[in-house]
């Protein structure tokens, strides 16, 4: 597929994602919140890794971290071999448009625009020219099912079709990685797991690294990793066979995580 | 879908702040280019028509006092070096009485054997003079006239019609001889000017062979100021050399304090406006949050953003400053209208230059990428966590604190130019961008007086809006930005209208109170109004005053001429009228005992406009040359007194002190008072004389009707323009309270939830909105008697004319009740939709 032309060549050994020691911290005093204390992790390239834990673990922040939506009060993140915490601005924003690509809960597509608009938008942004972007807006749209509604605006396209078409312009820029936060979260159990089922099918067809950050158990399962947090800290890594019901509050005993 | 796109379905989405955005842009521009146009059409109106009627003389040579001399001084000007042609003519007053009314006309004596040096007649139907016509014409003859041809038109008037004329000799009765094409000397106020052989015009004026005018054509290649230094120095004394659009010089200082108020509103319109953009565009960045920290997240860098927003200014700056120069060329439409009438003069069309036209192409779009040019750096700065989250996070946030301080400073600097301005040290021309830029500090500054005036606000109001104003006011205080923003709006317009208003309203009433001392009559006989530019009047017979002395019930007739001359340089109006010293002395003195001045006025000596006397350096015990018939003369300083004539470039002498010395004959206006209890006895024998001589009598209530209607069509102008600011302003409002509603929904589905009725939602709404408006009274009162008493103390020091400052308690009423109305009615749209909202969908709102 055209989209993903560039992953041909991505070696599986390589890490798309490297994070070392990790901290982030929220305010002074007496509101000092320590989000994340000390997180290591890595995400191989063609990885669909899951992160769950209870509210307040810390899972979103490591996303956002790991995204270059903010940056850590110590520690590294290292995305295709580029360390963010050394980049300024710009840099930080060239590396989402091309690098990384977002999938939220509530799908964030610009009301306003077409649904092949959204999808484009990544790369008009960049300056791609107008005739290029919509032929690649179109091929991601195909590849995830939505194409038969490209002009429509997102007020009259079905929750599991706005999040299909987030998911479009997610990979639209061919991404180094996909991160998407709750990407279930605002949609029924039904549109909940084909969304889940397409990302898996993106993850195994076209060996896109995806990172999810998720409450969902079912969606969990479809990953190939699975990490927990708790209170900051990665609390275990096993593999989803051991998941069960709830396990996502339960750690299970350690294993090696890395295979 | 290029980003354009982006643009302007943005815009298109919010239809309400896009209009909002595009009036501001149009106000500021329609207010440059009306202002601009209309002064410039008005400005040199005046020296234009005079110069047309000139033809090629580039000279002219004229008596000071402009009264009749040898016309035989032409002769000896044709042998100057450089003087291609000296001819003489006659240049005077008259009052046209036709079937559609008086009308004022020009009428210019010229020979028609050697006119064709100077002007050329363009005769469209009937005949032109004849060269060869005997002079003196015979005096049983109508003198025949050449009139243009849309004049004579409009008076109904066709070659072969008679005319009625009324001069300072009596009523005479011409014959229309030919009707000009509209050009070249014919077009003179609108065509009110008549040509007739110079003959004729003596015998019309009662001049015997003098002239008042020698038409000087420079000579091919020869230096017009070089000519003009060699015919002077050939006068004889009492003569002087002026060019033919010199005679225009004095509408332009009656213009210039006129131009100066119109400067001002239009520096603070566009302080308005820049404002409303401000206003609109942050709450477009403070809706689109979200979106654009989906934009900088999806990858566009802080740049593009800003860009974004920059581009969305210069699409409305574009189509804004299109529809402000349309909106402008109206407007000046209106206020040339208006001028007119205050000039009494007709204007000519709208003077277009490409001047105020680039001036609005570049102000409009400038003025709204300077008025968003904050919103859209804040909008780059937007992080892209919002996207995710919804965190009203933003980087940079020193700047807006910085911001208030700032303002502060900037409007004590203004306040400490306006001083400078009062006391003189400062020149008038610097008050319009003093006063915007203290308006514009006062905005900025806005900020730090809010959180009080909240609180101060929400006790007062407390007792009347209950548990609905504390939620209210807690929603004002929860976004200090948006409510200053808005308090802003309604600051400016309340600044407006008080500032405006209370200088425009004491010149009023100064204007009145001048009126009042020294038109003093029951009636008042004269040929046609006065024009106020150039104080041009007919002159009325000399022995008219005592025929209308001799009728029964008069008991005092005063005569007044207008009489243009020079002094100490200057271009000015001499007064005469007599003084009696058993009479009050007619006049708003300024500076001087009554009882000295009365005397010194007896005694030969003159009392100066103040306007004069300050703009000269001169005063009490001072001695100010005059140009009279005998060359340079020094009168003694009496006293100073305000005066509108001219601008107050005025002097007044005693009548028969200016018969001595400037050269006059007729009155421009009698003014008549009636014994005790016979005032209908006069009347009935004035309007027998009005209808046998044809001139005009005004009771003085038809006077003040009048000056009234002159005043209030300037009155009108301001408010109009006052409304303006307000209806923007309460836009402003809707948008905020819009926008708080928006942010609201939750709440206010929690707030229906908990059994709050519709009615008292929309209770809560109109509180915030009648919060907003009392928030914005106090410092918009303050501020807008402080401009208002600067205005009045700089107009005092520019013109040497000082006004009383009165705080005009109606006019700050009004604009308190105005505001809040205003603030009122905003709140019904927000209101109605945060009371329809359906609780179970607003409690789910994100």
């Known amino acids: ?111 306003i625009l077409s649904a092949a608009e959204n999808v484009s938008l990544p790369l008009i942004i960049d300056g791609v020219r107008e005739s290029e972007a919509t032929r690649r807006a179109v091929a991601a749209m195909e590849l995830v099912g939505v194409a038969h509604r490209a002009g429509h605006r997102p007020g009259s396209l079905s929750g599991g079709e706005q999040q299909r078409v987030a998911i479009a312009r997610a990979l639209v820029t061919d991404p180094v990685f996909l991160l998407a936060d709750e990407p279930t979260g605002n949609l029924d159990s039904t549109m909940g797991d084909q969304v889940i089922a397409l990302l898996r099918r993106v993850c195994d067809e076209h060996r896109q690294t995806i990172m999810m950050v998720t409450h969902d158990a079912r969606a969990a399962e479809t990953a190939d990793r699975l990490v927990t947090l708790r209170d900051g800290l990665v609390a275990d890594r096993y593999a989803p066979s051991a998941t069960t019901e709830g396990a996502a509050d339960t750690p299970p005993p350690p294993t090696d995580g890395l295979t | 879908m290029r980003m354009w796109a982006y643009t302007f379905r943005e815009l298109r989405r919010r239809p309400g702040r896009t209009v909002l955005t595009l009036l501001g842009i149009v106000i500021g521009v329609a207010a440059v280019v009306s202002v601009s146009v209309a002064s410039s059409t008005a400005g040199t109106a005046f020296q234009d028509m005079f110069a047309a009627v000139g033809g090629r003389a580039s000279l002219e040579v004229v008596a000071q006092g402009q009264g009749g001399f040898d016309g035989s001084v032409a002769a000896s000007l044709e042998t100057v070096s450089g003087v291609k042609a000296a001819v003489p003519a006659v240049q005077e007053q008259a009052a046209l009485l036709g079937d559609t009314g008086r009308v004022a006309v020009l009428v210019m004596g010229v020979d028609p054997a050697r006119d064709g040096l100077v002007r050329d007649f363009a005769v469209q139907s009937g005949a032109a003079f004849d060269a060869g016509a005997p002079s003196p014409a015979a005096p049983d003859s109508p003198p025949p006239v050449l009139m243009e041809a849309g004049f004579a038109r409009a008076q109904g008037l066709e070659v072969g019609s008679p005319v009625r004329l009324l001069t300072r000799s009596g009523s005479t009765e011409a014959v229309v001889r030919g009707l000009l094409a509209h050009r070249g000397a014919a077009i003179f106020n609108g065509g009110a000017v008549l040509f007739v052989p110079l003959a004729d015009a003596q015998h019309l004026f009662d001049m015997g062979s003098n002239v008042n005018t020698v038409a000087i054509v420079v000579a091919d290649g020869a230096e017009r100021d070089t000519v003009r230094t060699a015919v002077e120095q050939a006068l004889p004394a009492g003569l002087k050399v002026q060019t033919p659009g010199s005679r225009g010089d004095l509408a332009e200082m009656s213009l210039a304090s006129t131009q100066l108020g119109l400067s001002v509103v239009s520096g603070l319109s566009l302080v308005a406006g820049g404002f409303i953009i401000l206003n609109a565009f942050l709450m477009s960045v403070g809706e689109r949050r979200r979106q654009l920290a989906l934009l900088r997240a999806l990858g566009a860098t802080r740049r593009q953003v800003t860009r974004l927003l920059l581009h969305e200014a210069l699409v409305l700056g574009g189509l804004g400053t299109a529809l402000g120069l349309v909106a402008g060329v109206g407007a000046s439409v209106v206020l040339t209208g208006t001028l007119s009438t205050l000039l009494g003069a007709h204007l000519p069309v709208l003077q277009f230059s490409a001047r105020p036209f680039v001036i609005g192409a570049v102000l409009g779009p400038g003025l709204a990428l300077v008025a968003t040019y904050f919103p859209a750096r804040r909008a780059g700065r937007v992080t892209p966590l919002e996207g995710l989250v919804g965190d009203a996070q933003e980087s940079g946030g020193d700047g807006r604190r910085i911001v208030p301080y700032v303002g502060l400073a900037l409007t004590a600097v203004c306040v400490a130019g306006g001083i400078g301005l009062v006391t003189g040290t400062i020149r008038p021309s610097y008050g319009s961008p003093l006063f915007m830029g203290m308006l514009v500090g006062c905005v900025m500054a806005i900020p730090l007086v809010v959180a009080p005036l909240s609180r101060a606000s929400a006790w007062l109001l407390a007792p009347l809006l209950g548990v609905e104003g504390r939620l209210a006011f807690r929603q004002i205080d929860r976004h200090r930005s948006r409510t200053s923003l808005t308090v802003g709006v309604l600051f400016v317009a309340v600044v407006v209208a008080v500032s405006m208003g209370n200088s425009l309203l004491a010149n009023v009433q100064d204007t009145a109170d001048w009126y009042r ?330």
Request: hydrophobic letters at 50%.
């Open chain 2, 517 to 846: 001392r020294t038109v003093v009559g029951d009636f008042f006989v004269r040929g046609v109004m006065p024009d106020i530019g150039t104080n041009r009047a007919v002159a009325l017979p000399e022995n008219l005053g005592a025929e209308i002395a001799a009728l029964p019930g008069a008991d005092r007739v005063d005569a007044l001429r207008f009489i243009p001359a020079t002094a100490e340089g200057r271009q000015v109006v001499v007064l005469a009228r007599p003084f009696s010293a058993d009479r009050p002395l007619p006049m708003d003195l300024y500076r001087g005992d009554p009882e000295k001045v009365l005397a010194g006025l007896l005694r030969d000596e003159v009392v100066l406009g103040a306007g004069l006397a300050f703009r000269t350096g001169l005063g009490v015990g001072d001695m100010v040359t005059l140009q009279t018939r005998e060359g340079s003369r020094q009168f003694r300083v009496a006293g100073t007194t305000t005066e509108y004539t001219a601008g107050g470039d005025a002097v007044y002498m005693a009548w028969d002190v200016a018969k001595r010395y400037l050269d006059f004959e007729g009155a421009d206006v009698y003014m008549v008072s009636a014994k005790p209890g016979q005032v209908d006895t006069l009347a009935a024998g004035l309007r027998t004389l009005a209808a046998r001589d044809g001139f005009l009598l005004q009771t003085m209530d038809e006077f003040k009707v009048f000056i009234d209607g002159m005043i209030n069509g300037v009155l009108g102008f301001l408010w109009v323009l006052i409304a303006m600011v307000f209806v923007v302003a309460s836009l402003g409002i809707v948008n905020t309270l819009t926008m708080n509603m928006l942010e609201q929904t939750r709440e206010v589905g929690l707030l229906r939830a908990v059994a709050m009725t519709r009615g008292q939602v929309r209770k809560m709404v109109v509180a915030q909105a009648v919060g907003l408006g009392v928030i914005s009274l106090a410092p918009g009162a303050v501020v807008g008697i402080g401009i208002a008493y600067l205005l009045n103390k700089g107009s005092s020091v520019g013109s040497g004319q000082p006004v009383d400052f009165h705080v005009q308690p109606v006019l700050v009423v009004g604009s308190f009740v105005v505001a809040l109305g205003i603030a009122v009615l905003a709140a019904y749209l927000p209101a109605r939709r945060a009371a329809g909202l359906r609780i179970v969908e607003a409690l789910q709102y994100e």
């Open chain 1, 1 to 111: 597929m055209t989209v993903h032309a560039e992953m041909s060549g991505t070696p599986t050994d390589v890490g798309a994602v490297e994070v070392r020691g990790l901290t982030k911290v929220f305010g002074t005093g007496d509101t000092r919140v320590e989000a994340l204390r000390g997180v290591d992790l890595d995400v191989r390239t063609g990885e669909f890794l899951a992160v769950m834990g209870p509210s307040g673990s810390g899972k979103s922040t490591l996303l956002h971290l790991v995204g270059g939506l903010d940056r850590p009060t110590s520690g590294t993140v290292r995305v295709a071999g580029d360390e963010l915490s050394a980049m300024e601005d710009d840099d930080l924003t060239l590396l989402r448009r091309r690098r990384i690509g977002f999938v939220f809960q509530f799908f964030n597509l610009l009301p």
